[in-house]
């Protein structure tokens, strides 16, 4: 069983930053894909960010690419997700998910494809 705490949401203006972070109670974190979603009022929950076993090549939405930035720390047992030049549009419940896998370099980007997710934590973004 994995459980995974979302902080770092909260309000910010148009053109800011906030950092989201997602901290796992897994013992071998190193094995487990990562994920970031989110789900706005109304609409579907939708892929963000995704990172591999190995961090390396992490994968984004086309609707974030090159203002969101997903990573991870092995040793905090943690997963990251910088966003910067915020738009109202990113404004959502964003959640973080898990899932194991022995692929090293592999990434996952369906919501079917993730066994463990938090609680979610609010994002919301003022024009």
């Known amino acids: 069983q994995v459980q995974l705490v979302e902080s770092g949401g909260g309000l910010a203006q148009a053109g800011g930053s906030l950092r989201l972070s997602c901290l796992a109670s897994?013992?071998?974190?190193?094995?487990?894909?990562m994920c970031w979603f989110r789900q706005a009022p109304g609409k579907e929950r939708e892929f963000v960010a995704a990172?591999?076993?190995?961090?390396?090549?992490?994968l984004h939405a086309d609707s974030v690419k090159g203002r969101f930035t997903i990573s991870r720390d092995n040793a905090k047992n943690s997963v990251y997700l910088q966003m910067n030049s915020l738009e109202p549009e990113d404004t959502a419940v964003y959640y973080c998910?898990?899932?194991?896998?022995?692929?090293?370099?592999?990434?996952?980007?369906?919501?079917?494809?993730?066994?463990?997710w938090g609680q979610g934590t609010q994002v919301t973004v003022s024009s």
């Open positions: 990172i591999s076993r190995s961090g390396a090549m992490p």
């Open positions: 998910a898990a899932r194991w896998t022995p692929l090293y370099s592999e990434y996952f980007y369906s919501s079917g494809e993730y066994a463990y």
């Open positions: 897994a013992r071998t974190f190193s094995n487990l894909a």
